[in-house]
């Protein structure tokens, strides 16, 4: 699933000369911006984040270069609930190998057409204005076995995506980087991070499906709320099919009776439905 986890190319020249700094600037608080600035003197690149997640914590913002795209309250409502709905999430949560990712690699096959990725209010990188990304790429550290630092690289909306070129070159990279960043998160965040202001009350791992189980319990059945759950994290009606080992068209009734049920008419409506249960859900500390 890697991005061409171990190029062939030499590391570029100008990551070479930035690496002296960069090893000088471990656990400094200069440390992410010399990085981007290192990258960016190999890759062209808008936005860049770093956040540290961990199975039984919410996850830990290391570095925002996100320029205030989104709405204001976007990053606070994604530490504190949203990124359960994350691909870079479920990735990192499932243990994931360190790597260099693409998110249409790690994102559900409907995903880029749903309304989490498209919507500024949950998505801290989304833009307020243009609207969604023209691509995210992903270095995935291991900084424990428990722990995965994501490193995100961005473009914005009408940019074109990264080319397979720029992802060689970036692979070639890749292992001294997430290298240096893992140590870097080891340095600066060496016990578990501390609860944000709002955190699910038990571990992260099983809070996602303990939402989905108590959504619309009065209405929809455990198979709905299943489906339901698979629609949110961005599966189209064919990719349901498979992962349950049913007919796409029984996935497209269901689908029916729960917009019914619902007394809603849209996918869009049952997200914001849900997301209002989600924050809803959330445990003020």
């Known amino acids: 699933m890697s991005v061409r986890p171990e190029s062939s190319l030499p590391p570029h020249p100008e990551w070479l000369a930035a690496a002296p700094a960069l090893v000088d600037a471990l656990g400094?608080?200069?440390?992410m911006t010399t990085l981007d600035d290192a990258l960016a003197r190999i890759v062209d690149f808008d936005l860049t984040c770093v956040l540290l997640y961990e199975h039984t914590?919410?996850?830990?913002?290391?570095?925002?270069?996100?320029?205030?795209?989104?709405?204001?309250?976007?990053?606070?409502?994604?530490?504190?609930?949203?990124?359960?709905?994350?691909?870079v999430y479920s990735a990192c949560s499932s243990g994931i190998a360190a790597g260099l990712y693409r998110m249409a690699k790690l994102a559900p096959d409907a995903f880029f057409d749903s309304d989490y990725y498209h919507s500024p209010i949950v998505h801290p990188c989304i833009s307020m204005t243009s609207g969604s990304l023209a691509e995210e790429?992903?270095?995935?550290?291991a900084p424990t076995?428990?722990?995965?630092?994501?490193?995100?690289?961005?473009?914005?909306?009408?940019?074109?995506?990264?080319?397979?070129?720029?992802?060689a070159t970036l692979g070639a990279i890749q292992p001294?980087?997430?290298?240096?960043?893992?140590?870097?998160?080891?340095?600066?965040?060496?016990?578990?991070?501390?609860?944000?202001?709002?955190?699910?009350?038990?571990?992260?791992?099983?809070?996602?499906?303990?939402?989905?189980?108590?959504?619309?319990?009065?209405?929809?059945t455990m198979r709905e709320q299943e489906i339901v759950s698979l629609i949110l994290r961005g599966h189209s009606s064919l990719s349901i099919s498979h992962l349950l080992d049913i007919a796409e068209g029984t996935v497209k009734n269901h689908r029916k009776h729960?917009?019914?049920?619902?007394?809603?008419s849209s996918q869009s409506e049952l997200f914001h439905r849900f997301v209002q249960h989600l924050f809803a859900r959330r445990i003020v500390s």
Do not use: W
């Not at 790429?137 to 550290?141: C, K, L, M, R, S």
């Open 28 to 31: 400094e608080s200069s440390f």
């Open 57 to 87: 914590h919410a996850p830990l913002l290391q570095h925002d270069n996100l320029k205030n795209v989104s709405e204001s309250d976007a990053m606070h409502n994604y530490l504190t609930g949203t990124y359960l709905l994350d691909p």
């Open 176 to 220: 001294l980087l997430n290298a240096l960043l893992c140590r870097h998160t080891i340095a600066t965040t060496p016990a578990p991070p501390a609860p944000p202001v709002e955190q699910p009350a038990q571990d992260v791992r099983g809070y996602l499906e303990a939402a989905f189980a108590d959504f619309a319990t009065d209405a929809l």
């Open 258 to 264: 729960i917009h019914a049920k619902l007394g809603i």
């Open 137 to 141: 790429i992903v270095f995935i550290g």
């Open 145 to 167: 076995p428990a722990r995965r630092v994501a490193y995100s690289l961005m473009r914005s909306h009408g940019r074109p995506r990264f080319t397979d070129d720029e992802i």
